[in-house]
């Protein structure tokens, strides 16, 4: 694996991690929040890390507040949230900063790797009509943005956190990554 698989990351209880423990796996890195309108996709995450974790598939969620506030609860309390609303049985982080002067260095080394968003432009429009102001095309649009990273943990696709779990260009970009 690359240098990405060298970042120090910590698990949602606490545990030092990186990474390198994901080696060979094709990863859906999602940044997450529990009150957000599309939170009802860790339903969608859930059920694609279940039907193709056997192919070595792994969902990683990293929950942030970044965007809205939508993400106020500790680490436990996110924990709780998505066992018991959405059964989320994968590998979930500690709370972390995807955007601003705070950004964790995954997320630096993610967006660096995948300046754009496939998709993202509609969904731009969209929160720019709320009055929202977005980043950067390079930054995070908002929550529940995926980057896909391949077996050899290069960043292979990013698509916009409109795109659901199930979509067709998301399942036909990890298809690609499980096939290599």
Known sequence: MTALADIPLKTIRGVATSLRDYAGKVLLVVNVASKCGLTPQYEGLEKLYQSRK???????GFPANN?????PGTNSEIAQFCSTTYGV??????????VGPGQHPLYAALTTAKPKAE???????????????????????WNFEKFVVGRNGEVVARFSPDVAP??????????KALAN
């Open 119 to 141: 998709r993202d432009d509609g969904m731009r429009k969209r929160l720019e009509g709320f009055g929202i102001k977005t980043g950067g095309p390079g930054e995070v649009l």
């Open 89 to 98: 049985d994968f590998p979930l982080f500690e709370k972390i900063d995807v």
């Open 54 to 60: 056997g192919e070595g598939l792994v969902v990683l």
């Open 166 to 175: 199930d979509d067709a260009g998301l399942t036909e970009a990890l298809d």
């Open 67 to 71: 965007f809205r506030e939508q993400e």
